[in-house]
């Protein structure tokens, strides 16, 4: 099947029932994390910079979790700075990367502007839209990782996913959609993401550049811009990640995070989490060291005593830590006060994080980390080698994946908010309009006093 025809041809009820039910769980996290991300520093600084440089004119969006009106290709920035900026989001082995926070933000983007004009958009024909978006853009970026000899960040991209997106939102015949291609490709920025995993920034996986890149390909392309091809697509060299389109689905290797830190801290916190579980009582008072033995990438992440939100994200030292100390790690942890917590850096300063040959030998195939303790009472506990809790191999249940949700949007969204956008995404198939889930997630209302969330929940039936 060509990719054109795929995209114009595919139908979300088309997909197996588990690709199905995968793609409305990954709509959920991304929406929670977008929700848990809206207030930290890096969305605020970008809302505003969406509201200064992008206003709306011809066309307009919503800010997601904000509800001002600006130009299309600020909202695409807004949100996926937005929920880049909080690092739980889904993603993907083989591309080494993640469609997701690039192509909700920007197709929503996209769907709320082409709504304001007079056009309806059913539930079922955004899903299509959104599960061609994550399929192909899971597949260009394994095509990238695949013939580019640095390990670039996802909205290097995750971008193309955007115009395949979009292209059947607006019905693009095949000559404009194979220019919006290579204009996505061409403009996408191929960032060098192991400078960013040393150096943590407001940058992280290049998200909002790839939203962005994304959109503008789809209205340069309208305007007559050219653009092909795309070699990600189009060369011989990369046909065994198109050849079967529609018949195997990458979406299906997607993983969860259980927590908001960088994906290859992830097994360790796994193994932390389950020694705290098998030995009751640990806590950092009787801890008087803690050694991680991992993998290469992982052990530079290293992070004992994060500046900011973003070296915090793209740590491993300082996550742990605070999972000992808190019992969780969350927004709050993260991105919060407790960064400077006296207690959380303490215990941090006595971790040590070393590369071991045996799994960094397994990397990227597998990702795998061990945890050893030794107490102050002269006892040593050490756990298994351990996978990340969330992989397609060690799945995270319904209930743990909901129960994420309400933990990551619980500081913003009031409970009556979050549960009617569950109710929403989980009936959004049958849906002969998304307009209810898009007044949920794209209006203004701070719910996080719990009021306002009853006035959601009101609108939302409304609305039905």
Same mark, same amino acid.
């Given at each position: 099947?060509?990719?054109?025809?795929?995209?114009?041809?595919?139908?979300?009820?088309?997909?197996?029932?588990?690709?199905?039910?995968?793609?409305?769980?990954?709509?959920?996290?991304?929406?929670?994390?977008?929700?848990?991300?809206?207030?930290?520093?890096?969305?605020?600084?970008?809302?505003?910079?969406?509201?200064?440089?992008?206003?709306?004119?011809?066309?307009?969006?919503?800010?997601?979790?904000?509800?001002?009106?600006?130009?299309?290709?600020?909202?695409?920035?807004?949100?996926?700075?937005?929920?880049?900026?909080?690092?739980?989001?889904?993603?993907?082995?083989?591309?080494?990367?993640? /469609? #997701? %926070?690039?192509?909700?933000?920007?197709? +929503?983007? @996209? $769907?709320? *502007?082409?709504?304001?004009?007079?056009? !309806?958009?059913?539930?079922?024909?955004?899903?299509?839209?959104?599960?061609?978006?994550?399929?192909?853009?899971?597949?260009?970026?394994?095509?990238?990782?695949?013939?580019?000899?640095?390990?670039?960040?996802?909205?290097?991209?995750?971008?193309?996913?955007?115009?395949?997106?979009?292209?059947?939102?607006?019905?693009?015949?095949?000559?404009?959609?194979?220019?919006?291609?290579?204009?996505?490709?061409?403009?996408?920025?191929?960032?060098?993401?192991?400078?960013?995993?040393?150096?943590?920034?407001?940058?992280?996986?290049?998200?909002? /550049? #790839? %939203?962005?890149?994304?959109?503008?390909? +789809?209205? @340069? $392309?309208? *305007?007559?811009?050219?653009?092909?091809? !795309?070699?990600?697509?189009?060369?011989?060299?990369?046909?065994?990640?198109?050849?079967?389109?529609?018949?195997?689905?990458?979406?299906?290797?997607?993983?969860?995070?259980?927590?908001?830190?960088?994906?290859?801290?992830?097994?360790?916190?796994?193994?932390?989490?389950?020694?705290?579980?098998?030995?009751?009582?640990?806590?950092?008072?009787?801890?008087?060291?803690?050694?991680?033995?991992?993998?290469?990438?992982?052990?530079?992440?290293?992070?004992?005593?994060?500046?900011?939100?973003?070296?915090?994200?793209?740590?491993?030292?300082?996550?742990? %830590?605070?999972?000992?100390?808190?019992?969780?790690?969350?927004?709050?942890?993260?991105?919060?006060?407790?960064?400077?917590?006296?207690?959380?850096?303490?215990?941090?300063?006595?971790?040590?994080?070393?590369?071991?040959?045996?799994?960094?030998?397994?990397?990227?195939?597998?990702?795998?980390?061990?945890?050893?303790?030794?107490?102050?009472?002269?006892?040593?506990?050490?756990?298994?080698?351990?996978?990340?809790?969330?992989?397609?191999?060690?799945?995270?249940?319904?209930?743990?994946?909901?129960?994420?949700?309400?933990?990551?949007?619980?500081?913003?969204?009031?409970?009556?908010?979050?549960?009617?956008?569950?109710?929403?995404?989980?009936?959004?198939?049958?849906?002969?309009?998304?307009?209810?889930?898009?007044?949920?997630?794209?209006?203004?209302?701070?719910?996080?006093?719990?009021?306002?969330?009853?006035?959601?929940?009101?609108?939302?039936?409304?609305?039905?």
């Amino acid at each position: 099947m060509s990719l054109y025809s795929f995209v114009q041809g595919f139908h979300f009820e088309q997909a197996p029932l588990g690709t199905r039910r995968l793609l409305l769980t990954c709509l959920l996290d991304i929406l929670g994390v977008a929700a848990g991300a809206r207030d930290n520093q890096t969305s605020s600084i970008l809302r505003q910079y969406a509201v200064e440089h992008y206003p709306a004119n011809g066309i307009s969006s919503r800010i997601l979790f904000d509800g001002h009106r600006v130009h299309p290709l600020g909202a695409a920035w807004a949100g996926g700075f937005c929920v880049d900026s909080l690092d739980a989001h889904e993603g993907h082995f083989t591309s080494k990367g993640h /469609a #997701g %926070a690039t192509v909700v933000p920007a197709l +929503l983007a @996209l $769907a709320d *502007a082409y709504r304001e004009q007079g056009h !309806a958009i059913s539930g079922e024909e955004f899903l299509s839209a959104l599960c061609i978006a994550y399929e192909t853009a899971l597949r260009a970026g394994a095509a990238l990782m695949a013939t580019a000899p640095e390990y670039h960040a996802s909205g290097a991209f995750s971008g193309v996913g955007v115009v395949c997106g979009g292209a059947r939102l607006l019905g693009l015949d095949e000559q404009t959609f194979r220019h919006a291609l290579g204009i996505a490709e061409y403009f996408g920025p191929r960032c060098p993401m192991m400078r960013l995993v040393d150096h943590p920034s407001m940058l992280r996986d290049a998200h909002g /550049a #790839g %939203a962005y890149a994304g959109i503008n390909a +789809l209205l @340069l $392309a309208r *305007a007559g811009v050219t653009g092909a091809p !795309a070699e990600t697509i189009e060369s011989s060299e990369v046909a065994a990640h198109w050849n079967d389109l529609g018949e195997r689905w990458e979406i299906d290797a997607q993983y969860f995070k259980p927590w908001p830190v960088c994906r290859w801290a992830q097994p360790a916190l796994t193994a932390m989490d389950a020694l705290m579980q098998q030995n009751h009582g640990i806590d950092a008072e009787n801890i008087e060291s803690i050694r991680i033995e991992t993998f290469h990438e992982s052990m530079r992440l290293q992070g004992h005593a994060p500046a900011n939100a973003d070296e915090a994200q793209y740590a491993l030292a300082f996550p742990l %830590a605070a999972l000992i100390c808190r019992g969780r790690v969350g927004p709050d942890e993260v991105t919060g006060a407790a960064i400077q917590a006296e207690d959380i850096r303490a215990l941090s300063a006595r971790v040590e994080i070393v590369d071991k040959d045996d799994l960094s030998s397994r990397f990227p195939e597998e990702i795998l980390s061990r945890v050893y303790l030794r107490l102050k009472d002269g006892r040593e506990l050490s756990s298994d080698t351990t996978a990340a809790k969330g992989d397609p191999s060690t799945r995270l249940s319904d209930e743990e994946l909901r129960e994420k949700f309400h933990r990551m949007a619980g500081g913003t969204l009031a409970e009556a908010h979050r549960k009617a956008i569950e109710r929403q995404i989980a009936e959004l198939a049958g849906s002969p309009s998304c307009a209810s889930l898009f007044e949920l997630i794209l209006s203004g209302d701070d719910t996080s006093g719990g009021s306002l969330g009853d006035r959601a929940a009101a609108r939302e039936a409304a609305l039905s």
